[in-house]
C-alpha cells in the first residue's frame, strides 16, 4: 500500500526526519531518500531538529537541509502538519526529536520509520531491524523493495556508503555482515569516491581537534577490576580548544582500545553546568543501551549506547561510580 502510493504516480508531500544532532548514518540515510523522493518528483523537506556538524559540510545535498532555530520554526511546523508522510530515519524514540516532538498533535501524516534500533513502538509503517548495522541498509533494502535500485546514482550512493561506513566503525563492528559488503558493493558500482568520502571523515581535523582529544587521554581513567575505562572533557576543555559539534567524535573507542577493557565512557560537558552527555561502548556481551536506558535516560545499540543527566560533572562521574559495582558479574573476570 505503501510502495503503491510513493511509486510517483501522484505526488506526495513527504517530510523526513534524522534525530537531533544527527550522526553520519541518520544525514546519510535522510539525504539519501531526499534524492531518492526527488526523483519520484514528490514534494519533499528534510528537517534537522538541531545543527549538524561542520565535518558533514561536504555531504551532497547537505545545504538543503531545514534545521531548526526560532527562525525555520513556523515552516518546520507548517510542513510536517501538512505532510502525507514523515520519516523517521535511524531513531525510535521521540525524546531524539526533542525541538520538533510537538508538532505531531497537530499532523495527519502517515508515521513511517526506517531504523535499526531495539525496541520501536507502532508506527504507521515500519522498516525496523535492530540486526543491522546501519539504517542506510535499510535505506537501501527499502529503494530495492520499490525495485528502484537503478534509479541510485554517484550522489544517493555517496550517502549510503557514509552511513555504511560511520556505523560499522569503517567496517569493522561484529554488527557487520556480507549483506553489508554486498551492499557496499553496489553503492561501489555506481561510481562513488571511497578516498575522497574517507579523507572527509577521517582527516578533516584541525590542531584543536587533536588537542582537545590528547586532553580527553591525560584524563582517562581505567578501573581494572570493572574492565572499565572513562574519560571526560569539561567547559574550560572546549573553550580552550575552540569545540566544534563533532570534534569529540571516537574520543571514546581509545578506552576500549585497552586490553581487557570492555566498557568504555565518556562524559561531556559542553557547557558550563549544561546537562551532561554520556556515551557508552562495550565490547562482546555487556549491554550498553540497557545500562543508559535504566541510569542514564537515554538507549541505543547493545555495544553503543548514549544518555543524559541533569548533573554538574563531577556529580555525574560520582553517580556513574556508584553504580558499576552493582554490574560486577558482568564486568569483572
Ligand atoms: P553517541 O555516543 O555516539 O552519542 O551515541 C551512540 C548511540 O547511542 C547512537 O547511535 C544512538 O543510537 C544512541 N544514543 C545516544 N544518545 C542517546 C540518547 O540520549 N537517547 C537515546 N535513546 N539513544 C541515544
Ligand atoms: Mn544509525
Redesign the pocket.
Known amino acids: 500500500m505503501l510502495f503503491s502510493s510513493i511509486s510517483g504516480i501522484k505526488k506526495k508531500k513527504i517530510v523526513l526526519l534524522p534525530?537531533n544532532?544527527p550522526?553520519g548514518?541518520a544525514l546519510g540515510s535522510s539525504l539519501a531518500l531526499l534524492f531518492y523522493f526527488r526523483k519520484l518528483k514528490h514534494d519533499v523537506y528534510l528537517i534537522s531538529p538541531t545543527e549538524y556538524s561542520e565535518y558533514f559540510q561536504w555531504l551532497p545535498g547537505i545545504k538543503d537541509i531545514l534545521v531548526f532555530s526560532e527562525k525555520t520554526k513556523s515552516l518546520i511546523k507548517k510542513k510536517i502538519v501538512n505532510s502525507d508522510y514523515v520519516f523517521f530515519i535511524?531513531?525510535n524514540?521521540l525524546?531524539?526529536i526533542k525541538n520538533i516532538k510537538e508538532f505531531f498533535l497537530y499532523s495527519k501524516a502517515k508515521k513511517i520509520l526506517i531504523d535499526h534500533?531495539p525496541f520501536p513502538f507502532f508506527f504507521d509503517f515500519m522498516f525496523s531491524d535492530s540486526t543491522v548495522a546501519a539504517t542506510s541498509i535499510l535505506v537501501f533494502r527499502f529503494i530495492s523493495d520499490m525495485n528502484n535500485l537503478s534509479k541510485i546514482d554517484k550522489e544517493i550512493a555517496t550517502c549510503l556508503y557514509v552511513g555504511l561506513m560511520t556505523?560499522t566503525g569503517f567496517f569493522r563492528f561484529p554488527s557487520v555482515t556480507s549483506e553489508t559488503h554486498f551492499i557496499a558493493g553496489k553503492l561501489i558500482e555506481k561510481g562513488i569516491d571511497i578516498e575522497n568520502i574517507y579523507d572527509h571523515l577521517q582527516y578533516s581535523y584541525n590542531e584543536y581537534r587533536l588537542k582537545l582529544l590528547s586532553q580527553a587521554l591525560k584524563k582517562l581513567k581505567v578501573i581494572k577490576k570493572y574492565r572499565t575505562a572513562y574519560t571526560s572533557i569539561n567547559a574550560s576543555d572546549t573553550k580552550l580548544y575552540s569545540y566544534k559539534k563533532g570534534d569529540t567524535?571516537g574520543i571514546?573507542n581509545y578506552g576500549l582500545g585497552i586490553k581487557n577493557i570492555v566498557l568504555s565512557v565518556?562524559f561531556f560537558e559542553e557547557k558550563k553546568k549544561y546537562p551532561i552527555?554520556i556515551?557508552?561502548?562495550s565490547k562482546g556481551d555487556f549491554d550498553v543501551?540497557m545500562f543508559?536506558?535504566k541510569h542514564f535516560?537515554?538507549?541505543?545499540?547493545k555495544n553503543?549506547?548514549?544518555?543524559?543527566l541533569e548533573k554538574s560533572l563531577y556529580e555525574s562521574i560520582e553517580y556513574f561510580l556508584n553504580i558499576i559495582p552493582s554490574y560486577h558479574k558482568n564486568l569483572s573476570i
Open positions: 534525530h544532532n550522526d548514518d535511524d531513531f524514540n525524546s531524539r534500533h556505523d567524535e571514546i565518556f552527555k556515551s557508552f561502548r543501551n543508559a536506558r535516560g537515554g538507549g541505543g545499540h553503543a549506547a548514549g544518555g543524559i
